[in-house]
T-cell receptor, first 114, second 111 residues
Framework: GAGVSQSPSNKVTEKEKDVELRCDPI?????LYWYRQSLGQGLEFLIY????????KSGLPSDRFSAERTGGSVSTLTIQRTQQEDSAVYLC????????????FGPGTRLTVL | RKEVEQDPGPFNVPEGATVAFNCTYSNSASQSFFWYRQDCRKEPKLLMS???SGNEDGRFTAQLNRASQYISLLIRDSKLSDSATYLCVVNGGGGYQKVTFGTGTKLQVIP
């Protein structure tokens, strides 16, 4: 079956531009997570969705970052006025039901801010 | 104290060796534990869940020590293909069971 997909796979943008990153979770998975990973670093939690609501947004690094999820499926992570320090791989994961279940990761979006 | 801590390594071991990683966690209410594997420039993938009684999957053995709040991963007869970063994952407990990833332990198996 189809796994988690993310688009675009690569995004190069100029500083101060806005970007949107998309995640299509596995069908039926109610939990969805966004992480980012800088080169050689660990996963940094950004936000967690259960259905369309986000009980934990504590990882969003600034108010330039926002995310939404509609229809309990697709999620979009938006970064406004991008900065060079936003350059990283943004990973999305989905999980069948509870937050404690296995997470299935997408291939990530590699964001480069020039 | 970090919620989940791992030795970053790298662990450089010869083929055929046995290697073990530990991971400590701070929240005693944690309920679920996992080991993930991440290859270079790839997404993490589940290696195995960690059960209270310990569990084994081929050359891999995972154990949980709740009293000391750590989990371990043992790899026997290391293969070159085992070279990767191993991520410890802990369900932190609490209202929605927050999941926390460790920063990973890098393993390099040498011919």
């Amino acid at each position: 079956g189809a796994g988690v997909s993310q688009s675009p796979s690569n995004k190069v943008t100029e500083k101060e531009k806005d970007v949107e990153l998309r995640c299509d979770p596995i069908s039926g998975h109610t939990a969805l997570y966004w992480y980012r990973q800088s080169l050689g670093q660990g996963l940094e939690f950004l936000i967690y969705f259960q259905g369309n609501s986000a009980p934990d947004k504590s990882g969003l690094p600034s108010d330039r970052f926002s995310a939404e999820r509609t229809g309990g499926s697709v999620s979009t992570l938006t970064i406004q006025r991008t900065q060079q320090e936003d350059s990283a791989v943004y990973l999305c994961a989905s999980s069948p039901r509870l937050a404690g279940n296995e997470q299935f990761f997408g291939p990530g979006t590699r964001l480069t801010v020039l | 104290r970090k919620e989940v801590e791992q030795d970053p390594g790298p662990f450089n071991v010869p083929e055929g060796a046995t290697v073990a990683f530990n991971c400590t966690y701070s929240n005693s209410a944690s309920q679920s534990f996992f080991w993930y594997r991440q290859d270079c420039r790839k997404e993490p993938k589940l290696l195995m869940s960690v059960y209270s009684s310990g569990n084994e999957d081929g050359r891999f053995t995972a154990q949980l020590n709740r009293a000391s709040q750590y989990i371990s991963l043992l790899i026997r007869d290391s293969k070159l293909s085992d070279s990767a970063t191993y991520l410890c994952v802990v369900n932190g407990g609490g209202g929605y069971q927050k999941v926390t990833f460790g920063t990973g332990t890098k393993l390099q198996v040498i011919p």
